[in-house]
């Protein structure tokens, strides 16, 4: 059973529960080659993370400044997770719930949006027109997100995150001096991989990469109604997020 899930619901994230059998079919891709990322035409899915896992970062040495380990420290033992509190989370954060992503790719607009499923219900988006960050942003959850294909890889250049999430579950901080590099991989039909680089002088000495990998709900599974109410109890019937973090 995931971090944060208790009860019933159609989604679980258990290993086998809406996993394709046989040999992994190819990526798909639309009929100008161009791979997709997203749901096609013909078949729907969502992407979760391969196990819940409380630290997805897996670093046995990540490089805080001396200072911050207090704070990382501080929110192991306290867990006021503001994502179980219905806000947004940028980052990984953003994959590690038991009810995942969409991604929806819309050309004619050259953007693309991400869709959290269940917690607050809400959406990153990737311009992909070519622009550059505005030189004055007000920082926000997700931040501001530029994209651009470098061969099957989707990179994705954020920066005016604010410091009012986790970009995991453990509780590693960032501040609003935050940079991300993703690299969107999909490597076939059931598996994305996410390799980031994170930035963030203020918490960190030096830069840092991570991978995490999701994998395709199958068959059929599409964008749930959600409501996420703060301070709703752990073991509802609906099968909500437990907003005390466990």
């Known amino acids: 059973m ?3 899930r208790a009860g019933g619901g159609a989604r679980q994230g258990g290993e086998g529960r809406g996993r394709e059998t046989g040999p992994p079919r190819p990526t798909p891709r639309s009929s100008s080659g161009h791979v997709l990322l997203g749901s096609t035409p013909e078949e729907k899915g969502v992407w979760l993370p391969r196990g819940v896992a409380p630290n997805p970062l897996g670093l046995k040495d990540t490089p805080f400044q001396p200072w911050a380990k207090a704070v990382f420290a ?4 306290n867990e006021l997770e503001p994502h179980t509190r219905c806000k947004p989370s940028g980052v990984l954060r953003q994959f590690l719930t038991p009810y995942g992503v969409e991604i929806v790719e819309l050309p004619e607009l050259q953007q693309i949006y991400v869709f959290d499923i269940g917690g607050p ?3 990153k988006t990737v311009y992909m027109d070519g622009r550059s960050h ?3 942003l007000v920082p926000t959850y997700y931040g501001h997100s530029i994209g651009w294909w470098e061969g099957d ?4 250049d954020t920066v005016g995150f604010n410091d009012k999430f986790w970009f ?4 590693t901080p960032h501040s609003e001096k935050l940079h991300t590099i993703e690299r969107w991989t999909r490597t076939n039909m059931g598996t994305l991989v996410n390799t980031v680089t994170i930035e963030d002088p203020t918490y960190y000495s030096k830069p840092f990469t991570v991978t995490f990998n999701a994998r395709l709900q199958a068959p059929g599974d599409e964008l749930m109604e959600y409501i996420c109410q703060e301070n709703n109890q752990y073991g509802t019937a609906g099968g909500h997020e437990n907003p005390f973090g466990k």
């Open 121 to 123: 219900h809400t959406y």
């Open 168 to 171: 995991d579950r453990k509780g």
């Open 2 to 4: 995931p971090e944060g």
């Open 134 to 136: 505005p030189e004055s």
């Open 153 to 156: 890889t989707l990179v994705i």
């Open 74 to 77: 501080d929110r192991e033992k």
